[in-house]
């Protein structure tokens, strides 16, 4: 049982170069979402999906983009990476019907140079 | 804005002492509060959650308190052990038609062998 799988696990990008952070699930949840997690931080929501096709902002969406392609797959897309996106980035999916936990993957280290 | 807010951000317990972690809210629309744990590395995982209609929740050694007058819930660990070692974090899932989970910043626990 996969659970929650990211990819990729780390990434360097240099300044303005653009990238996806793939996260599929296979526990048929409805709701997926994006974290950043940064130290003295916490997880700060980036996006949210309810459902196939409907996302949200969170706390920080500025400078992502998000597409929910399937109940499975959300992915995150940053345009044109900047230092201030270095980061811990964390999907998480839960099943909101039956009330239960969000849970997580195992995140991807992203560091701008 | 933080919704959510936690202490202490840092924590350093003797083995077989009591740990405990404070949490406050100010949405009174959140409907689930859970806990969760991280290990270095790794995504969070569910550690223990509670409903506002309930006061006290207790697993193994590990214990929600809940005040809703007060918008507060705490997390306690008692005996507390070297393994039990990690960040913890509070969280929050918005009611009102939405399923967001809004986190606290972490809490990070050093348990003293």
Same mark, same amino acid.
């Given at each position: 049982n996969a659970g929650v799988t990211q990819t990729p696990k780390f990434q360097v990008l240099k300044t303005g170069q653009s990238m996806t952070l793939q996260c599929a699930q296979?526990? !048929?949840? !409805?709701s997926m979402y994006w974290y950043r997690q940064d130290p003295g931080m916490g997880l700060r929501l980036i996006y949210y999906s309810a459902s196939e096709g409907t996302t949200d902002k969170g706390e920080v969406p500025n400078g992502y983009n998000v597409s929910r392609? !399937?109940?499975r797959e959300f992915s995150l897309r940053l345009e044109s990476a900047a230092p201030s996106q270095t980061s811990v980035y964390f999907c998480a999916s839960s099943h909101d019907r039956l009330n239960t936990e969000a849970f997580f993957g195992q995140g991807t280290r992203l560091t701008v140079v | 804005q933080q919704q959510v807010k936690q202490s202490p951000q840092s924590l350093i317990v003797q083995k077989g002492g009591i740990s405990i972690i404070n949490c406050a809210y100010e949405?009174?629309?959140?409907d689930y509060f859970p806990w969760y744990q991280q290990f270095p590395g790794k995504g969070p995982a569910l550690l223990i959650a509670i409903r506002p209609d309930v006061s006290e929740k207790k697993e193994g050694r590990f214990t929600i308190s809940f005040n809703k007058s007060a918008k507060q819930f705490s997390l306690h660990i008692m005996d507390?052990?070297?393994?039990?070692s990690a960040t913890y974090f509070c969280a929050a899932r918005g009611g009102s038609g939405t399923y967001k989970y809004i986190f606290g910043t972490g809490t990070r626990l050093k348990v003293l062998a």
């Open positions: 296979d526990m !048929n949840h !409805n392609l !399937n109940k | 949405n009174t629309a959140f507390s052990q070297p393994g039990d």
